[in-house]
Nanobody, 120 residues
Framework: QVQLVESGGGLVQAGGSLRLSCAAS????????MGWYRQNPGKQREMVAV???????NYADSVKGRFTISRDNAKNTVYLQMNSLKPEDTAVYYC??????????????WGQGTLVTVSS
């Protein structure tokens, strides 16, 4: 079984910064793509940023230039540095990972979510 544990959410004023972390643990053969998604009540979960195992990044247009995703493969951890935060960034942020648990088996895993609140 694989678990993703997020940390780093909280309350911040507009213009401030937060750093989210997500650590994967359990029966991990290898980690493929990892990413961050966010969701508000009554709305669909949306992609914020994704980082494949081989490098490269992909960001939602709304966060480009403000957020940076990175990963530490030795620690099985993905980070999201969020700068110049806006009230519209308020949401529950979820970590996501594609985890190879066996030579021929890959599963998608979600974290429990961490709340980010940006006050105006």
């Amino acid at each position: 079984q694989v678990q993703l544990v997020e940390s780093g959410g909280g309350l911040v004023q507009a213009g401030g910064s937060l750093r989210l972390s997500c650590a994967a643990s359990g029966s991990i053969f290898s980690l493929n793509a990892m990413g961050w998604y966010r969701q508000n009540p009554g709305k669909q979960r949306e992609m914020v940023a994704v980082i494949p195992s081989g490098g490269g990044t992909n960001y939602a247009d709304s966060v480009k230039g403000r957020f940076t995703i990175s990963r530490d493969n030795a620690k099985n951890t993905v980070y999201l540095q969020m700068n110049s935060l806006k009230p519209e960034d308020t949401a529950v942020y979820y970590c996501n990972a594609l985890v190879r648990v066996h030579t021929f088996t890959t599963v998608e895993v979600w974290g429990q979510g961490t709340l980010v609140t940006v006050s105006s």
